[in-house]
Structures are given as C-alpha cells and as structure tokens.
Nanobody, 127 residues
Framework: QVQLVESGGGLVQAGGSLRLSCAAS????????MAWFRQAPGKERELVAA????????YYTTSVKGRFTISRDNAKNTVYLQMNSLKPEDTAEYYC????????????????????WGKGTLVTVSS
C-alpha cells in the first residue's frame, strides 16, 4: 500500500512563501509522475502542478505559473511544491497525488490517472 504524507502548510500573509513536502512510501517512487492538487471550500479539486517520473518535465496551471515550482528528490522519495508570492486565492487544502502511469513524462495529468492520495495540508493566505 502506498502512503503519501504532506507537510508544510500553514498561515501566511499575501506575498509570502511556503514549501510543501510529500513523502512517499510503499512502492518504487522514482518511476511514477507526481502531482499537487488543491481544493478550496465549495470548489472542485484542481491540478496545481505535476512532474514527470524523472523530474525532466513539469506542468503548472496558469494561475500559479511563475510563482510555484514543483520538484522531486527520488533519493528521498519526496516531492516538493515551493510557493512564492502567495495570494489569498491560493487558500486551499493541498493534496499530493501519485500517478499510475509508469515512466510518464508528458503534460496531461487528469484526476483519473491518480491512484494514490495524501490526506492534505491546509494553506491559508491572509490579505
């Protein structure tokens, strides 16, 4: 069974930064893409960023481009989301997800290819 554990959320003022981490265990981490999703109250879960199995390709939703950076350390079985210039509209529960597609390095990451999820970490950005 794969386990994903997020950490790093919290309360920050607009313009500030946070770094989320997701530690994975239970399967070979390095051959699977990983992603960060978020869900704000009353809204659908949305893809924020994703990274291919080797780390050589990344995807960002438009609203976070230039502010967020996804990265992974396969030696530590960990994926990160560095979030800079945070805005109140970034407030949400952030979830780490593991994709089912081995060796995928494209830019298409729909919800239905994620087969494992973390429990989430809350990010609150005050204005």
């Amino acid at each position: 069974q794969v386990q994903l554990v997020e950490s790093g959320g919290g309360l920050v003022q607009a313009g500030g930064s946070l770094r989320l981490s997701c530690a994975a265990s239970g399967r070979t981490f390095s051959i699977y893409p990983m992603a960060w999703f978020r869900q704000a109250p009353g809204k659908e879960r949305e893809l924020v960023a994703a990274i291919g199995w080797s780390g050589g390709s990344t995807y960002y939703t438009t609203s976070v481009k230039g502010r967020f950076t996804i990265s992974r350390d396969n030696a530590k079985n960990t994926v990160y989301l560095q979030m800079n210039s945070l805005k109140p509209e970034d407030t949400a529960e952030y979830y780490c997800a593991a994709d089912r597609r081995q060796y995928y390095s494209g830019t298409y990451y729909p919800l239905n290819t994620m087969n494992y999820w973390g429990k989430g970490t809350l990010v609150t950005v005050s204005s």
